[in-house]
Structures are given as structure tokens and as C-alpha cells.
């Protein structure tokens, strides 16, 4: 579960750093200002590469693996509660939101059972 997490993370942000309309198009932002696009190519690239070479890495330390395990799992939870407070919110999950809620839940868990 951690590498499939590690892998999932090291896609998504490397397509952010790339073209992050890419990902922004997804839930309706197909064109960004450049203000925009750096933000997306620092919340999804680089966070998103940092996270998935963070899991990667972390089975060379030990110690370290489970507190980064951990973290990551509770962070895609934690985004997961937030799209389920948009949710309630807003009244619906659109396409891909709703496919980001069943990832995050789906890696989350998964990375809280590999403890």
C-alpha cells in the first residue's frame, strides 16, 4: 500500500508540475492565470512529489516509516473530510471530486492498516 500511495502521489505531482491544467481541468479550471498554475504546480506538484519520495524513502529509515505513514494516511483522510464538508455544503460531488473522495479514502485507510 505504501508504494502504490508513493506512486499515486509521484504522478500526480510530477503531471502539477508540468502542465497543472492538467489537473486543475479536472474539477473546472481549464485555463489558470500564472498566480494560479504556480499555486497548483506548488500544492499538487511539489507537495505530491515531496509526499511520494517521503513514502518511497522511508523504508530506509525504520524509525521514520511509521510517523510518515501515518501522516500521509491522516492527510488523505483529512482531504477526504474536506470534500465530504463540500459535499454537504454544496449539495453534490461532482465526477472527479468524487473519484479524489474514494482515492483518498481507499490510500488512507490502506496506509493506516500497513502499520
Known sequence: MILITAIAFLAMGL???IAPQR???MVDLPTLPM??????RAVYGGFGVAMGALLL????????QPGVV???GVAL???AVGRLVA????GRLERFPALFLVGEVVLGIGLLLAL
Request: charged share 10%; hydrophobic share 55%.
Open 77 to 79: 483522510l483529512g482531504m
Open 70 to 72: 501515518l501522516t500521509v
Open 57 to 64: 524513502l522511508s523504508g530506509h529509515w525504520p524509525h521514520w
Open 23 to 25: 489537473i486543475t481541468g
Open 15 to 17: 503531471l502539477a508540475l
Open 87 to 90: 459535499w454537504g455544503v454544496d
Open 35 to 40: 498566480a494560479a498554475r504556480n499555486e497548483a
